[in-house]
């Protein structure tokens, strides 16, 4: 399985893994680190397992489901 990393989009910030997750799961878009954006529906008709960079890229979680 592949994996790609994201970054929030569109000006959010994570401070917590809690939070991403909600907005992961509730189907908002998050940026990859090479650019386009990219949301839960699409990682999983994709089949990539996603790593969310988040606290100002300095931690890391999984966020597949």
């Known amino acids: 399985m592949q994996y790609i990393t994201v970054r ?4 959010r910030e994570y401070r917590n893994q ?4 909600k ?3 509730d189907n908002l878009d998050f940026r ?6 990219i949301n839960k529906a699409d990682a999983d008709r994709l089949g990539v397992k996603v790593m969310l960079r988040y606290q100002a890229d300095r931690k890391v979680v ?3 489901a």
């Open 32 to 37: 990859t680190v090479d650019g386009p954006y």
């Open 23 to 25: 907005d992961w799961n």
């Open 8 to 11: 929030a989009a569109y000006g």
């Open 18 to 21: 809690t939070d991403a997750r």
């Open 62 to 64: 999984e966020l597949t």
